[in-house]
């Protein structure tokens, strides 16, 4: 049973680092600012999810597992709005769109 555990985590590990790494691929690929924070924003969370849901199953100890769920938790929670935040405040400050910009580059 302790193998079926440690792949299991194994492979959470592995694609949650998967996505972080596509995020930061996207960080350097895509043309333009709002591109390149949904890649991060939506690459990062889910990968920080699975790396973190890898490490809850290494160590069910119960206050680790506490820890590790409220962290998994405040990720959830915060990722998100920060990057509705950061997307609404550049649109204010007048960072357009790729699409919608008179000098495409």
Known sequence: MDSVIEFASALCLLTGSFFCLSGGIGIIRFPDFY??????????????????????????????LIKLIMILLMTLFISPTASHALAKAALRSGCAPLLYRKDKE
């Open 35 to 64: 591109t390149r924070m949904h890649a991060v924003g939506v690459t990062d969370t889910l990968g920080a999810g699975m790396i973190l849901v890898g490490l809850m199953l290494l160590r069910p100890e119960s206050l680790v």
